[in-house]
Structures are given as structure tokens and as C-alpha cells.
């Protein structure tokens, strides 16, 4: 049996676990940045919460598959460009996963690759975490701006891939 990376009811299903265990664990959060790439893993969050918990999407600007999805109010190409398009850059967004993150995922950011590489050296400097550039672009969007928590709003930052060689690890965050 072939299981789709996205856009297939059981990957959905398997990425939503992601969201229940950040609800065990992280107790009260009013919003989840989630990267997005096909949508498989906004979608599974976003129908795990199902409007309970904000869930913003965070894509970098080269390669905008639910951006451009929602301007066009359907799946659509769009470029695949940029750090993170070996994660984060299928042509477009999942047929399947399009009307799901249409009914729960609130708003999509945009980051750019500068603000995406310096997520990622903030998060080895920080807690000592490895992240792929795909990973960083939830903490790229606080960084920048892109998404203002408003006071008191607990917001939770899905970091999630492991694409990363040694050689990328001591280049870009050395």
C-alpha cells in the first residue's frame, strides 16, 4: 500500500497525533504555528482542534502552497523556491487537506530565507536544537513579526523535520 506524504486520509490522521499530545502536554495554548508545505500536518492539526485552538500556518515566501491556495479558493501551483523547499515546497497544497485548513486554519504568514536561517541559528543558540530550515519557520514568524501574539496569548511552535547533514548543521548554524 502507498501512503501519500499529505494529502491522504491516514497521513491527516497520523499528523492530528501531533496535536493531541501538544494538548497533554503543553496545557493551555490559545495558538499553534504549524510550517506548511503540502498540508498534511496544518490539516491533521488544525482537524484535531477544529477551531478549539487558533492554528496559524507558516510558509516561506518562496514557496506559498497554501497562500496561494486560499487566494485562488482552491489547490494551485505555486513556486518551490527557497531554504526550506526540500521540506516544505511541493507544488501545491493536497486536494484532501485544502477544505480542512479552509473550515480551521485561521490565518497563513509568510517568512522570508533571511528570517528563516536566523530562526534556525536562534534555536541552536537558544536550547541547543538542530532544525532544519523547513522546522524554523514558526519561530522565524515571531522573530519577524509575521505573527504578534497579542498579550497574554500562549502560543505553541510546532518545530518538526530532521533534514539536516552534519555538513548543513556546522555551515549554517557554525
Known amino acids: 500500500?502507498?501512503?501519500?506524504?499529505f494529502d491522504q486520509r491516514e497521513t491527516l490522521l497520523g499528523q492530528g497525533t501531533l496535536a493531541l499530545e501538544l494538548a497533554g502536554q503543553a496545557g493551555e495554548t490559545d495558538t499553534v504555528l504549524v510550517p506548511v508545505g503540502g498540508g498534511g500536518l496544518v490539516g491533521g492539526i488544525a482537524a484535531y482542534f477544529a477551531?478549539?485552538?487558533?492554528v496559524i500556518g507558516v510558509e516561506p515566501v518562496g514557496a506559498p502552497t497554501?497562500?496561494?491556495a486560499r487566494a485562488e479558493g482552491r489547490p494551485a501551483d505555486a513556486p518551490a523556491e527557497g531554504v526550506a523547499a526540500d521540506a516544505l515546497a511541493p507544488r501545491r497544497v493536497g486536494e484532501l487537506v485544502?477544505?480542512?485548513?479552509q473550515a480551521y486554519v485561521e490565518d497563513v504568514v509568510l517568512v522570508d530565507d533571511a528570517s528563516i536561517l536566523a530562526a534556525q541559528r536562534a534555536l541552536w543558540q537558544a536550547a541547543r536544537i538542530a532544525a532544519e530550515p523547513a522546522a524554523a519557520v514558526g519561530i522565524a514568524a515571531l522573530l519577524t513579526g509575521a505573527y504578534k501574539p497579542a498579550?497574554?496569548?500562549?502560543?505553541?511552535?510546532v518545530i518538526s523535520g530532521a533534514n539536516m547533514a552534519p555538513s548543513q548543521l556546522e555551515?549554517?548554524?557554525g
Not at 500500500?1 to 506524504?5: I, L
Not at 477551531?51 to 487558533?54: A, L, N
Not at 498579550?151 to 511552535?157: I, R, S
Open 1 to 5: 500500500m502507498s501512503v501519500h506524504a
Open 51 to 54: 477551531g478549539t485552538v487558533r
Open 66 to 68: 497554501l497562500t496561494r
Open 98 to 101: 485544502f477544505p480542512i485548513t
Open 151 to 157: 498579550p497574554g496569548e500562549q502560543v505553541a511552535v
Open 171 to 173: 555551515s549554517q548554524l
